[in-house]
């Protein structure tokens, strides 16, 4: 089982949950992180530390979050691995309560 970045995430991308990772699974991408779920090692570090309660454990995902599971699988090949913290999006906090953001993911920059 892996963990799951979700929707809440995007246009926020807060990194507070990659500095934790032991295994550095996460992926950035233009304005959303990912997991590898390869190389994620279901250690629940990361969960607290997201500010936007955007992971779920893969068995907890609500249904209608489902389609993250392949979101992470397939962005995490495409998308290089990050590290070390930075500073969330510019428009993170307007953007952190918000629903319905899969229509705002981009999968390449520009």
Request: some cysteine.
């Amino acid at each position: 089982m892996a963990y799951i970045v979700t929707e809440a995430c995007i246009r926020c991308k807060y990194t507070d949950c990659v500095e934790v990772c032991p295994v550095d699974c996460f992926h950035e991408g233009p304005n959303f992180l990912v997991i590898d779920p390869e190389e994620c090692i279901d250690c629940t570090l990361c969960v607290p530390e997201c500010p936007v309660g955007a992971i779920y454990a893969e068995d907890d995902l609500p249904d209608d979050m489902q389609i993250y599971i392949e979101l992470n699988a397939q962005l995490s090949k495409d998308w290089p691995v990050i590290t070390e913290i930075q500073s969330p999006l510019p428009e993170a906090e307007d953007w952190a309560e918000k629903k319905d953001k899969l229509q705002f993911l981009q999968r390449e920059a520009g």
